[in-house]
């Protein structure tokens, strides 16, 4: 068959002429382009309608690793880790530190109004569970329980959104685990013991189990006489929020600040893995330490736990403990006898989540390396305040605050 061009009244286009079959070959139904087209169509729906159908708050939790809002730092970002900052803080000021006090290591508020005496009235939340944290060390024969009481102490406490006006602000009934950092001296010994070991119920040797630091999980999983362990805590707790609000938009934010970032981490990577349908569980963790090895990186990961890390690059906790194999993964690929010596260091470990690393030449202490000023929690929170981007100086209105507070 002879194609001319006579009959055309415009020059023939590239369209036209991919539009033109041959003698040979067979031409196109109507039919097929017609599915051809519905199914581009689909796919080009599909891109440019997923994302907005998504609430906010759910990116502000980490539902995309927090993609695009940490360099720079995006302004309700910010507001949101400062937000779960005072959560933290809160919990340290309700715990008594006074080694002298009948209440030593214990709550100094009743759970009614732990918020409110604490100095953070007006959240919304309401405490619905203290949290306690105990040693499962093991003490030479010549130390008595006498000699250092206080195996067990007040960590940190469960609060729920129950404001109906903050509910809908915020966009879901939020419950919040904030735990404090180290305190008792059960807990400092517990921060020594940083090799690696198995989590609890994974096997040991086993290539997908996870390590994680020995003290860290002792404190999570121990319990003593009738004062049960913090993961059952943890787990009561969010069971019963989940029967009472199960039918309702729920976020699950574990928060804390040195050991507690650890333990929250711990204890995220716990629920997930025992309620398996939970939407949405988000770590915000303030100079923490290295929890884990590459696998429980990869688990934290397959089970899809969204942990932002707040980090001091003067901060030398955050550096601790053990150390990082740039890559990590590719420990396993060393193969022979290398291979062998990583794992049994047992000191390998990995960073895990995503990082916001703040500019430490923007606090208010810049008096030589302090280290006790660079981790502490003020710190952290005046930080975040005056963070802008990596590459920006600090804020004008954070930096006056700092001035006045030096001051007084």
Known sequence: MEVTTSKLVRPCTPMDRACITSATQKPISDQTLAVKTRRKMERLFLKTSTRPEQ??????QGIRNWEGLLDPLDDNLRQEIIRYGHFVKAAYQSCDFDPSSISYGLSKYPKKRLLEDSGFSGTGYKVTKNLTATSGIKLPNWVTEKALPMRSSWIGYVAVCQERRKITGIGRRDVVIALRGTATIYEWLENLRATLTPVTG??????SASMVESGFLSLYTSGVGNVPSLQTLVREEIGRTLETYGDEPLSFTFTGHSLGAALATLAAYDIKKTFKNLSLVT?????????????FRRQLEKQGTKILRIVNPNDMITKVPGFVVENNDAAVNFGGWVNKVIEDTQWVYADVGCELRLRNEDTAYRNGLD?????DLKTYLQLVNGFVGSRCPLRATARRMMKMEKSV
């Open 55 to 60: 609430p906010k708050w759910m990116e502000y």
């Open 202 to 207: 994974e096997v040991a040797g086993n290539e």
């Open 283 to 295: 770590v915000v963790s303030f100079a923490g330490p290295r929890v884990g090895d590459y696998r």
């Open 371 to 375: 280290v006790a000023k660079c981790h």
